[in-house]
């Protein structure tokens, strides 16, 4: 069974940086190559929002405009792991923090096209 664990939030100010982390464990012929990742992000007050993805083949990624610029998404395919790098925080970037991984096809700016997730990890930044 595969399962997605995410790492690495926590309590910044603004201005600061973070990196997340997604395992990506039970996976038998097939690694994270395989699959198109994603990182969603939710508050309380927020549907599940996209943030950024990775395509499965060219590696190509997209990102939110909020965050364009100051996000990036990479993957190990070795290590079976994607990394979201955030840079310059903002309070606004507040939430929950989710890794999807998408094994078929659909809009991958769209929760509803992702077949698996993980826990989630809380980033918050103080003003």
């Known amino acids: 069974q595969v399962r997605l664990v995410e790492s690495g939030g926590g309590l910044v100010q603004s201005g600061d940086s973070l990196r997340l982390s997604c395992a990506v464990s039970?996976?038998?012929?097939?690694?994270?190559?395989?699959?198109?990742m994603g990182w969603f992000r939710q508050t309380p007050a927020r549907e599940r929002e996209f943030v950024a993805g990775?395509?499965?083949?060219?590696?190509?990624?997209y990102y939110a405009d909020s965050v364009q610029g100051r996000f990036i998404i990479s993957r190990d395919n070795a290590k079976n792991l994607v990394y979201l790098q955030m840079n310059s925080l903002k309070p606004d970037d507040t939430a929950a923090y989710y890794c999807?991984?998408?094994?078929?096809?659909?809009?991958?700016?769209?929760?509803?096209?992702?077949?698996?997730w993980g826990q989630g990890t809380q980033v918050t930044v103080s003003s």
């Open positions: 990775i395509n499965r083949s060219d590696g190509f990624a």
């Open positions: 039970g996976l038998s012929a097939f690694t994270v190559h395989n699959f198109r």
């Open positions: 999807g991984a998408n094994s078929g096809f659909g809009n991958l700016k769209s929760a509803a096209s992702y077949d698996l």
